[in-house]
């Protein structure tokens, strides 16, 4: 029988406001990261805005985000600023103990 290797899921903290379309492309860069380094990325700003409204449904989506925050081993927080929306997403990392990874540049 093949032995499956474990990947670990991580939390990819990211911005996504203000200049989407680059934090998109950045988003993506973060999540290739991390499975490069034996993960399975979780990147819920690259799932949920595809079908969702950011403005009407943005509470749902960020209690989406909560919970599959909560699947995941690590939360790998990127870049140098923390914009509101990762700032509650660290909060509640932190309230729950969970390991969380500074990473400033990925090239």
């Excluded at 919970?67 to 660290?90: H, Q, R, T, Y």
């Amino acid at each position: 029988m093949n032995k499956t290797k474990y990947y670990p899921l991580v939390y990819i903290c990211s911005p996504f406001s203000g200049d989407v379309e680059n934090n998109v492309i950045k988003a993506q860069k973060y999540s290739r990261y991390a499975l490069d380094k034996g993960n399975i990325p979780i990147a819920p700003h690259l799932l949920f805005p595809q079908f969702m409204s950011d403005e009407k449904e943005r509470r749902l989506a960020m209690h989406f985000n909560y919970v599959l925050l909560g699947k995941c081993e690590e939360v790998w927080v990127f870049g140098d600023n923390i914009s509101p929306g990762m700032a509650e997403e660290l909060k509640i990392a932190e309230n729950r103990n969970m390991k969380i990874k500074y990473i400033k540049e990925v090239v």
